[in-house]
């Protein structure tokens, strides 16, 4: 199965919003409401900001939101800030209690 | 609080064998499924495998089936991952993660496997 399709980068002012799509097919995103998305620091490791499309872990600002459309998912960052910067990477659920990763969006606090 | 530590990488030839271990605290362990993901030098995430919280159930992607195998020991709060005929290409920083809300909730430090002669 092929990687879900980000964008390799993004990048955006302070204060500044910002959208990354990740796009997969009716076997995956299309298919199932189980998309997360993770943040990771340069040799740190990943950690999870949204779940269930849409849905905050405890302690995640709600500046980061999710949603989802067709085969197609996104993560917004709204009012960004210098520590946003970081890798982000989408995830399905792709059926069989398999799990497939987009190839992750390298943004940038201009 | 949760803590998951890897352990047991390092440098193996090609067609070598290597089990990584994680430990887990902080969390029971018994409740979740738990997972393997790496991640190569300077790429993206890729899920590898997955196992039941009793163990009952083992769910790989393509690429290590038949080479690695997933196992936990929930009497000791650990998973494992042993893998063999290693590949130039399974080079990476393997991570344990929980599975949790259908994400991975929690996730260790890594640990790096380099495969070369």
């Known amino acids: 199965q092929s990687a879900l399709t980000q964008p390799p980068s993004a990048s955006g002012s302070p204060g500044q919003s910002v959208t990354i799509s990740c796009t997969g097919t009716s076997s995956d995103i299309g298919g199932y409401d189980y998309v997360s998305w993770y943040q990771q620091h340069p040799g740190k490791a990943p950690k999870v900001i949204i779940y269930?499309?849409?849905e905050r872990p405890s302690g995640v600002p709600d500046r980061f939101s999710g949603s989802k459309s067709g085969n197609t998912a996104s993560l917004t960052v709204s009012g960004l800030q210098a520590e946003d910067e970081a890798d982000y990477y989408c995830?399905?659920?792709?059926?069989?209690?398999?799990?497939?990763f987009g190839g992750g969006t390298k943004l940038t606090v201009l | 609080e949760v803590q998951l530590v890897e352990s047991g990488g390092g440098l193996v030839q090609p067609g070598g064998s290597l089990r990584l271990s994680c430990a887990a605290s902080g969390l029971t362990f018994t409740s979740y499924w738990m997972t393997w993901v790496r991640q190569a030098p300077g790429k993206g995430l890729e899920w590898v495998a997955n196992?039941?919280?009793?163990?009952?159930?083992?769910n790989y992607v393509d690429s290590v089936k038949g080479r690695f195998t997933i196992s936990r020991d929930n009497a000791k709060n650990s998973l494992y991952l042993q893998m063999s005929s290693l590949r130039a290409e399974d080079t990476a920083v393997y991570y344990c993660?929980?599975?949790?809300?259908?994400?991975?909730?929690?996730w260790g430090q890594g640990t790096l496997v380099t495969v070369s002669s």
């Open positions: 269930d499309v849409s």
């Open positions: 995830v399905s659920f792709a059926g069989s209690k398999n799990w497939i």
């Open positions: 196992i039941k919280y009793d163990g009952s159930e083992k």
């Open positions: 993660a929980n599975l949790n809300n259908w994400s991975f909730e929690n």
